[in-house]
C-alpha cells in the first residue's frame, strides 16, 4: 500500500514537470466546461446507480455548482488511487470525492473553500468493550482545543492498547492513527471504506476508523445493526480542515469560481438541505 | 439488502448488464495486450536467438527490467507519463492547446502488451531452442529459402513447445488487466469494487467478479487445451 502511494507521489510529481500551466482567459470553463471527478464507490457522499450513473451529495452539489457558475459540468468516475496525479496530469478539472484539505495534498494542488465537515470516530461491535467508551455525545478539534483534544485522546490511547484498527489507506483517517496510536495499536490500512467495514463485521478488527458521516451510512446497512459509533469525534488538525474541491494550483480562476458558489450555496442553505437530504445531519461547516 | 440474484440480474435494481460489459472490457482488454504481447514477444525473442551482441543485449535488458517491476509502475509510466507526452508534443510541435488525454484502453493494451511481452519472449525463446538442431540442419540441406524453413519446421514445433508456457501469459494478462483500474477503465475488477462501494454488498460484487473471471479462464484453457492436441497432432504420446 505505501508502495502504490510512492507510485501516485512519483508519477504526479513527473505530471507536474511535465505539464505545464494552461494560459487563457476567465471564460474558458464557460466554453469548454469543467470536468469533475468522483470515487463513485462512497456512499453516500459518491456512488453508482445499478444503470452506472452517478448520485449522492456531491453530484447534487456539483450540479447545484455549476449551475451558480454558469459553467456546463460533466462528473466521472475514478479511482481514489490516482485521483490527485491525474488532476494535475489534466485528465479533469476538479475533485469532489469526500477530499478532505491536508498540508500534504496542498502540496501538490489546491482547494477551494471548505463544502462539508464533520468529525471522524471509531466504529465498534456493539457488544465489545469499546461500545462503552464515554464521550460518545463530545466533539473535539484539534486545532482549537488542542488541550481538550489531548486529553480524550489520551483516554482513548489507554482503551484501545493492544486492539486492531482498521483504516483506508492514504486518507486524513490513516495519518491520525498513525500520529497518535501507532505505538500502542495495531493499525491496518485497506484500500476502500467498505473492505474495513466487512472485516469489522467479520471480527478481525476491534474497532474501524472513519468520518462519523460514513461510519452512520454504513451501520444503516442490513448485517450492521450490531455496530455504533463510539468515543468521541475529532475534527481539524492532522484530520483535515474539512472536505473541499480540488483543483490544480495554476486555475486560480476557478478556484475564483467554485469559493463564490459555494459561499451562495452556505448562505441560501442549499448545502444544509442536501446535507440533510443524503447524511440525515448537517455537515455544513460552521 | 437486495437478494443477490436480483442484484445480478436485468432489473431496475440489478447490476448484472453493468457487470457482463464490465467482463467484456476485462476479455477485450486482456485479448488486446495478449496479442500485443505476442507480436512483441516474438521480435524480442527473435532478437535474443538470432541478434547481434547489441541487440541481444537490449532484449535481454528489455526482459530482465519489464519482469522485474511492479506491473503497476508501467501502467502509471503509461497513463500519466503518456498523456503528458502528448500533450507536451502536441503544445510545442503543433502549437495545440490543452489537454489530450491518452485513452485508457490504449494505455492498458500497451501496458499488458508490453509486460506480457517480456514473458512470451522467454516462452518463445525457450520453444526455439527445444527444436531439434538436426531437423535444422536438414531443412538447410533441402535447399528450403529462410522463409519456408520458418513456416515448416520452425513456427508449428515452437508452437508445440511454447503453447503451455503461452497459457501462462495469457492468465497472467487478465489478472494484470484487474490493476488497469487505476486508470479509470471499467474492467471487471472496478466495476465490482464501484457496486461494493455503492450497495454495501461487497460479498455479492466480489463473488460475481470470481464467477465471471473463472468463466474467463475455465472457456480459454479450454481453448488452449485443444490447440495444444492440434498442434501435437501426429505426435506420440511420451
Given at each position: 500500500m505505501k508502495r502504490r502511494t510512492l507510485l501516485a507521489a512519483f508519477a504526479a510529481s513527473l505530471a507536474c514537470v511535465l505539464a505545464a500551466p494552461q494560459a487563457g482567459a476567465q471564460s474558458r470553463w464557460a466554453t469548454q466546461g469543467v470536468r469533475i471527478a468522483t470515487e463513485g464507490a462512497y456512499a453516500p457522499w459518491?456512488?453508482?446507480?445499478p444503470g452506472g450513473g452517478l448520485d449522492g451529495f456531491e453530484i447534487d452539489l456539483a450540479n447545484d455548482l455549476c449551475r451558480r457558475m454558469s459553467v456546463r459540468?460533466?462528473?466521472v468516475a475514478q479511482d481514489w488511487d490516482g485521483i490527485i496525479p491525474s488532476l494535475n496530469a489534466?485528465?479533469?478539472d476538479a475533485i469532489m470525492a469526500g477530499m478532505n484539505i491536508t498540508a500534504r495534498r496542498q502540496e501538490v494542488?489546491?482547494?477551494?473553500?471548505?463544502?462539508?465537515?464533520?468529525?471522524?470516530?471509531?466504529?465498534v461491535a456493539k457488544n465489545s468493550p469499546l461500545a462503552r467508551l464515554a464521550n460518545t455525545e463530545a466533539r473535539f478539534n484539534l486545532e482549537r482545543q488542542p488541550a481538550e483534544a489531548r486529553a480524550a485522546i489520551d483516554a482513548l490511547r489507554a482503551a484501545l492498547r493492544g486492539k486492531t484498527i482498521g483504516v483506508q489507506v492514504s486518507t486524513t483517517h490513516a495519518n491520525f492513527l498513525n500520529e497518535y496510536f501507532k505505538d500502542v495499536a495495531t493499525i491496518r490500512e485497506y484500500r476502500t471504506t467498505e473492505q474495513h467495514d466487512l472485516d469489522l463485521q467479520n471480527e478481525r478488527v476491534d474497532a474501524i476508523w472513519a468520518a462519523h458521516s460514513a461510519l452512520t451510512a454504513t451501520f444503516g446497512q442490513p448485517g450492521f445493526e450490531n455496530f455504533t459509533i463510539a468515543g468521541p469525534g475529532f475534527s481539524g488538525g492532522i484530520l483535515g480542515a474539512g472536505v473541499a474541491v480540488g483543483l490544480r494550483k495554476a486555475d486560480e480562476d476557478l478556484r475564483g469560481l467554485f469559493d463564490k458558489a459555494i459561499a451562495d450555496a452556505l448562505a441560501d442553505g442549499t448545502i444544509k438541505a442536501l446535507s440533510m437530504k443524503w447524511f440525515k445531519v448537517d455537515l455544513s461547516p460552521q | 439488502m437486495v437478494p443477490f440474484l436480483e442484484l445480478m440480474g436485468f432489473g431496475p435494481r440489478g447490476w448484472g448488464a453493468a457487470m457482463l460489459a464490465a467482463a467484456a472490457m476485462t476479455l477485450a482488454v486482456s485479448?488486446?495486450?495478449?496479442?500485443?504481447?505476442?507480436?512483441?514477444?516474438?521480435?524480442?525473442a527473435w532478437a535474443k536467438i538470432a541478434g547481434k551482441r547489441l541487440v541481444r543485449v537490449l532484449a535481454d535488458g528489455y526482459t530482465t527490467v519489464l519482469r522485474g517491476v511492479p506491473d503497476l509502475l508501467v501502467i502509471y509510466l503509461f497513463f500519466f507519463g503518456g498523456s503528458a507526452m502528448v500533450t507536451a508534443i502536441n503544445?510545442?510541435?503543433?502549437?495545440?492547446q490543452g489537454f489530450v488525454p491518452v485513452p485508457a484502453f490504449l494505455v492498458g493494451m500497451l501496458a499488458v502488451g508490453i509486460v506480457n511481452g517480456a514473458y512470451q519472449a522467454e516462452v518463445f525463446r525457450g520453444?526455439?531452442?527445444?527444436?531439434p538442431k538436426g531437423e535444422i540442419e536438414a531443412a538447410r540441406a533441402f535447399a528450403m529459402t529462410r522463409a519456408k524453413m520458418f513456416r515448416r519446421i520452425v513456427a508449428p514445433q515452437v508452437a508445440r513447445f511454447a503453447l503451455p508456457g503461452l497459457g501462462n501469459c495469457w492468465q497472467l494478462c487478465l489478472k494484470e488487466s484487474a490493476l488497469i483500474s487505476v486508470t479509470g477503465l471499467l474492467e471487471?475488477?472496478?466495476?465490482?469494487?464501484?457496486?461494493?462501494g455503492s450497495t454495501r454488498q461487497p460479498f455479492e460484487f466480489y463473488l460475481a467478479a470470481c464467477v465471471l473471471y473463472l468463466a474467463i479462464t475455465t472457456v480459454s484453457g479450454w481453448g488452449f487445451a485443444f490447440a495444444e492436441r492440434r498442434t501435437r497432432r501426429g505426435v506420440a504420446r511420451a
Open positions: 459518491n456512488f453508482t446507480k459540468c460533466t462528473v489534466g485528465r479533469y494542488i489546491s482547494f477551494t473553500r471548505v463544502y462539508a465537515a464533520g468529525p471522524a470516530g471509531l466504529g | 485479448v488486446a495486450g495478449f496479442l500485443l504481447g505476442g507480436v512483441v514477444g516474438s521480435l524480442i503544445r510545442d510541435w503543433f502549437g495545440g520453444g526455439y531452442l527445444a527444436v471487471l475488477l472496478r466495476q465490482a469494487q464501484i457496486g461494493a
